[in-house]
């Protein structure tokens, strides 16, 4: 006789289930033709900024340009920070799901 071994997950509480709900939100505006558009511009941001001191003139120059490569250094940060953000709420919408099917058993905690 052949048994069939059933999957049974958790319930995930209210937060994990919203959390759930938005990675699984940004994946659907991943897979649209303005976030690819919007992507480029993050990643063009994120790893090809830089300031030409050569264009820099006034007073100042070095004080200028040191602002202005401050001013892109945090730019580009953001930019990385909203693509590793975006992956991982995806990611975590993903694990969520599996552990609520009961395909990912999560550890118990030890308790001291």
């Known amino acids: ?3 069939i071994e059933e999957k049974k997950g958790r319930e995930l509480t209210r937060d994990e289930q919203e959390e759930m709900r938005i990675g699984f939100d940004l994946e659907d505006m991943t897979q649209s033709l303005g976030w690819k558009t919007f992507l480029g511009w993050l990643e063009q941001r994120a ?5 030409d001191p050569r264009t820099i ?3 100042d ?7 202005q490569e401050l001013n892109a250094f945090h730019s580009a940060d953001v930019s990385k920070q909203l693509i590793e953000d975006t992956e991982k709420a995806i990611n975590r919408a ?4 599996s552990v609520e099917l009961g395909e990912i058993k999560e550890a118990q905690r030890m308790r001291l």
Do not use: A, N, Q, R
Request: avoid cysteine; charged fraction near 30%.
């Open 1 to 3: 006789m052949d048994t």
């Open 47 to 51: 790893y090809h900024s830089w300031v």
């Open 57 to 59: 003139e006034g007073d």
């Open 61 to 67: 120059p070095k004080g200028k340009w040191e602002w």
């Open 94 to 97: 993903h694990y969520l799901k």
